[in-house]
């Protein structure tokens, strides 16, 4: 609910400079013309809803700037966050001068606080007042912007509206610079004749002296109080951290032997950032996205339950239960975490479904191996170039043949492939789809054989195997290095009937599993029975001379 009224607050803020952005803008025409636009300016903030609005907005914003510092376990930004931070202070102080110059003078002392009046006491009478009018400008606008990114960028759809929206930011800031710049120029010119200057200094009923001395001693006061309660806040946080302390310690483990502690009432992502540990954290702690989430091992149970918001983020990403959002987790006790992505981990890692075969599950599926007969031979009579044109061709013969088969390409090994099938529509599903993807790779071959004849002294030779059973699959590696893929006994033994296929004499070995389960009719192909190193027992296999030969 802190958040929620912050922001709502914030996005009236943003309104209400956007439109006075807009109204500074037609100076670029006159002032005249600046004050038309006033009237629908005033029509829309000065009234009861609209004043209640924009000072509440003010009031709520501010306030709970002050709370989330208070709240804030450490001080560790990033330069936007720090930016946020130090022009949310800055801000107020310059602000509360044009507040009592205009609406305050104007309810009080019935100034007519019009764009005349304005550029008169910005330009000519207090140049310098001016200037901190211009650096409010660029503060103002740039802490809006920035607080819109920071929520804007898990939306969908942001990213394609994001380069307008750059646009919109430099557009109208420079237009409305350009405009007070013009109408600046234009009262300098009307105060240098003397008989305008006399006219507008009788009508405009500037404040008086004593009035003005009023201004400046309330302004003296405001500032005084902002600067009080933000040292509050920031006395406060050390009292609470103090209290913390006292109340005891937990201990977090990572995967890497490292042991953390950390004072009660911090979250996991706050133990990693303050000891430097390496995390990943797109949206700052905020609960917005995923990129922080942890698997929680040893001290699962400890954990206080999850919040609505951390449920919310988890169920969207389908999470397993002993997954947690870093930024949402407050430990009591001792625990073991696992943080799931690399620390570099960006947008595109936003919200990313991580479903259950990511996180490790048991499947049985069809695992198929190919591999290129004799390519180191004939490697060594090639050069480089031509080694890496040959298989980047062959890759993406084999790679488009699976893919149209329905596998999933799980890695190139050396000028190996290996394929997964089934994965997602069931072991049946899956070695049908495997022993068409044979079929396809062995017509593609011929027709690489074909197109690389003058490149090759003999055509391109592979071997094939085929088998299914139950493996792990998962999201398994390091860093960039990280992708879905299979281990188990099934996979070294596909992988040694892709070997065996050369001693057989053929292109594709299909164990009698696969055959079963596909349902094909293979009597008319040699059956063997073999032995497979790394297996107890014997296994009956099929193997066929071209793949090109399995029926339909």
């Known amino acids: 609910m802190v958040r929620k009224i912050r922001l709502y607050g914030g996005l009236v803020l943003f309104f209400y400079l956007f439109t006075h952005l807009l109204n500074h803008a037609l100076g670029l025409h006159s002032i005249a013309m600046m004050d038309e636009g006033r009237e629908v300016f005033l029509a829309l903030w000065r009234n009861p809803l609209g004043t209640f609005l924009l000072y509440g907005a003010l009031i709520s914003h501010m306030c709970l700037s002050l709370w989330g510092v208070y709240r804030r376990q450490h001080l560790h930004m990033r330069f936007w966050e720090m930016a946020q931070l130090v022009s ?71 990213q394609a509206f994001k380069p307008y929206a750059l646009s919109l930011v430099v557009i109208l800031p420079v237009i409305s610079l350009a405009g007070f710049y013009v109408s600046s120029l234009k009262i300098t010119e009307l105060a240098a004749n003397p008989l305008w200057l006399e006219n507008f200094l009788v009508s405009a009923n500037l404040p008086s002296a004593e009035e003005v001395g009023d201004i400046y001693r309330f302004e003296t006061l405001l500032q005084v109080a902002f600067i009080f309660l933000l040292l509050l806040a920031f006395s406060a946080r050390w009292l609470r951290y103090a209290y913390q302390r006292w109340q005891g310690t937990f201990k977090v483990s990572y995967p890497d032997g490292r042991a953390l502690r950390a004072i009660k009432g911090t979250n996991l992502l706050d133990v990693s950032l303050m000891n430097g540990v390496p995390h990943a954290s797109v949206c700052g702690g905020r609960g917005r996205c995923s990129t922080c989430r942890v698997r929680v091992g040893r001290g699962l149970d400890t954990l206080p339950s999850i919040e609505q918001d951390e449920l919310r983020v988890l169920q969207r990403i389908g999470a397993a239960e002993n997954m947690r959002l870093a930024c949402q987790t407050y430990p009591i006790l001792d625990l073991e975490i696992t943080p799931l992505l690399p620390a570099e981990s960006g947008m ?27 390519f180191t031979s004939l490697s060594e009579k090639k050069l480089p170039y031509d080694v890496v044109f040959i298989l980047n061709r062959y890759f993406e013969a084999m ?89 188990g006994d099934a996979v070294n033994t596909a992988s040694r009937l892709e070997s065996m296929s050369k001693e057989l004499g053929a292109q594709l070995v299909i164990s009698q599993p696969v055959a079963e389960i596909a349902g094909g009719d293979f009597s008319a192909f040699p059956k063997q029975h073999i032995q497979v190193r790394g297996r107890t027992g014997g296994m009956d296999v099929w193997s066929l001379t071209s793949a090109k030969d399995l029926p339909h």
């Open 399 to 487: 790679g488009t043949a699976v893919e149209e088969s329905g596998g999933r390409l799980d890695k190139f090994i050396g000028d190996g492939v290996m394929a997964l099938f089934g994965i997602d529509r069931g072991v049946e599903a899956g070695c049908r789809n495997a022993l068409k993807a044979a079929k396809r790779m062995a017509e593609k071959l011929d027709e690489l054989n074909a197109h690389l004849a003058h490149e090759l002294p003999q055509p391109l030779r592979i071997g094939i195997g085929i088998h299914t059973g139950p493996v792990i699959v998962g999201e398994l590696g390091w860093g960039q290095a990280t992708s879905i893929t299979a281990i």
């Open 88 to 158: 949310g202070a800055i801000i107020p102080l310059l602000l509360v001068l044009h507040v009592l110059g205009t609406r305050f003078a104007h309810e009080i002392y019935g100034i007519e606080d019009n764009y005349y009046y304005e550029l008169y006491a910005l330009v000519v009478w207090r140049p310098d007042a001016g200037v901190r009018q211009v650096i409010l400008f660029f503060l103002a606008w740039g802490h809006g912007c920035v607080g819109l990114h920071y929520w804007l960028r898990y939306r969908s759809g942001y």
């Open 348 to 374: 595109n890692m936003i919200g990313r479904q991580v479903s259950s075969i990511a996180q490790g599950q048991e499947r049985e599926i069809a695992i198929l191996f190919a591999d290129i007969r004799g």
